[in-house]
């Protein structure tokens, strides 16, 4: 087979997570005093580090964003974290994968231990070799730093690996890592913005993953 070493995004990937999201980030715009945000266009939140959605959304100063952290967080541990999903069929492309033997991790922009949180919640744990997120201090919070830091999780190579995500900052991550990419059609990012960094493949569903593991 062409990959050993398979990665997926979390957010829009595996997990059906907007709801929780943005009930945690209007909770905490509501705290900081912050009106008017429209929160109806899920890319421009589900994907992006958190830090940059406070920044380009909220349009919070950046003195504010360690205590916007901390409450969101808190907003999200107590309820949003609880509202994720599962999308429909994914479990069963998991095992399908770990019964070829290929090694799997998520490599998700997410604290990691909300990221790990996140996937014993929707169910999947058991299907991961490894649970990748970022670091407390926001380290390691982009996807070309996460994909190497995930890949040395599994004892993989880059040649061997590729990243399947539903945004464009996943797209890109890879190509900066210089991994395949498989696009998530039925996730939250836009497609064509994901299209302009090389795609090998498109999965409208996630059983479509399934046809470009090989």
């Known amino acids: 087979m062409k990959y050993k070493y ?3 995004d979390l957010d829009g990937t595996l997990s059906e997570s907007a709801r929780g999201i943005r009930y945690s980030l209007e909770k905490t715009c509501e705290k900081f005093g912050i009106s008017g945000i429209d929160f109806s266009d899920y ?3 589900v994907g992006p580090p958190l ?3 406070f920044k380009n959304l909220c349009k919070l100063e950046p003195e504010l964003w360690e205590d916007a952290y901390k409450v969101y967080m808190g907003y999200y541990a107590d309820k949003g974290i609880y509202m994720n999903k599962a999308y429909s069929g994914i479990k069963d492309v998991l095992k399908e994968l770990k019964a070829k033997g290929l090694k799997l991790a998520v490599c998700s922009s997410k604290l ?3 990221a790990k949180k996140v996937v014993e919640i929707i169910g999947l744990k058991s299907c991961f070799d ?3 997120g970022s670091n407390l201090d926001s380290s390691r919070k982009d996807k070309k730093d996460l994909i190497p830091y995930a890949l040395k999780k599994l004892g993989g190579n880059r040649d061997e690996a590729v990243l399947i995500g539903d945004t464009y900052f996943d797209a890109q ?5 210089d991994i395949d990419f498989i696009a998530c ?3 939250y990012g836009n497609l064509n913005k ?7 493949a498109v999965a409208d569903t996630p059983s479509d993953i399934l046809n470009f593991i090989k």
């Open 43 to 45: 890319t421009s939140y």
């Open 6 to 8: 398979i990665l997926f």
């Open 173 to 177: 991550g890879a190509k900066l890592c």
């Open 112 to 114: 990691e231990e909300n």
């Open 130 to 132: 490894a649970v990748c």
């Open 185 to 187: 059609g039925y996730g």
């Open 51 to 53: 830090l940059d959605t």
């Open 194 to 200: 994901m299209m302009k960094y090389d795609c090998v």
